[in-house]
C-alpha cells in the first residue's frame, strides 16, 4: 500500500497549473508586444510556478504509480514543499505588484488578478497534499517508515549493541544501567584464599 493522495486533488493541481500557464503567458504576451518593458518579475514566477507544478504532478501522480521503484521518498517530500513555498511566495508577490499600481483595468490586469486568485488555491491544495502525506507518514512510522514504504531506499538496520558477550562465561548475556556488568542471577568471585558465590539479584 502507498501513499495515496485522492485523485480529484492531483487533478486540480495539473488543470489549474495549466491555466495559471495560460493566464501568466498572456500577460507576459502583452508586456512584450505592447510595452518596452520586460514582464513583471512576479508574473514570469507564477509562470514558472505553473510549469514546476505540472511536472510536479506528472511524477507524483503517474511515475511513482506506474513505477514504484523510481519513486525516491526524497524527491516526494521535496516537491511536495518546494510546490508549496512556491506557489504561496508567487500569490504573495503578485498582490503586492498589483497594490502598488496606480491603475489596473482591462484583460491583462483581469488575467493578473485571476493568477492570484488561483494561486492561492493552488497554495491550499499543495498544504492539504503536505498534510496527507505527514499523515500517512507518521501512520506508518515516521519519515523511517515512509522512506521504507515508498519502496526506493531500504533502510538497513545495524545491530543496535543491546546485547554484551562475556568472555569469561561464551555466552550472551543481558546488561543492566544500575548493574554495568553481566547479570546471571549469581556469579563466581575470587577472592584470597578461594572463591565464592556472591549473589547479584
Request: hydrophobic share 45%; proline share 5%; charged share 10%.
Amino acid at each position: 500500500m502507498g501513499f495515496n493522495i485522492p485523485l480529484p486533488i492531483r487533478v486540480f493541481q495539473a488543470t489549474f497549473s495549466v491555466v495559471i500557464i495560460g493566464l501568466s503567458g498572456f500577460v507576459a504576451h502583452w508586456y512584450n508586444t505592447n510595452t518596452a518593458y520586460l514582464p513583471p518579475s512576479p508574473i514570469s514566477f507564477l509562470l514558472f510556478c505553473g510549469v514546476y507544478s505540472l511536472l510536479s504532478v506528472l511524477y507524483l501522480g503517474l511515475v511513482s504509480k506506474l513505477f514504484p521503484k523510481t519513486s525516491n521518498p526524497y524527491a516526494v517530500l521535496s516537491l511536495e514543499i518546494t510546490n508549496l513555498l512556491f506557489w504561496f511566495a508567487g500569490f504573495a508577490s503578485l498582490s503586492v505588484f498589483l497594490s502598488k499600481l496606480l491603475f489596473c483595468r482591462g484583460s491583462v490586469c483581469g488575467a493578473a488578478r485571476a493568477d492570484v486568485g488561483i494561486a492561492v488555491c493552488l497554495s491550499i491544495s499543495w498544504i492539504v497534499t503536505v498534510a496527507l502525506l505527514a499523515r500517512d507518514a507518521i501512520r506508518s512510522g515516521g519519515f523511517e517508515g515512509f522512506r521504507n514504504h515508498v519502496g526506493f531506499l531500504r533502510h538497513r538496520r545495524s545491530g543496535s549493541g543491546s546485547h554484551h558477550r562475556s568472555p569469561s562465561m561464551g555466552s550472551t548475556v543481558g546488561m543492566s544501567a544500575k548493574h554495568p556488568m553481566p547479570l546471571p542471577t549469581a556469579m563466581m568471585m575470587k577472592k584470597e584464599g578461594g572463591y565464592s558465590q556472591v549473589s547479584l539479584a
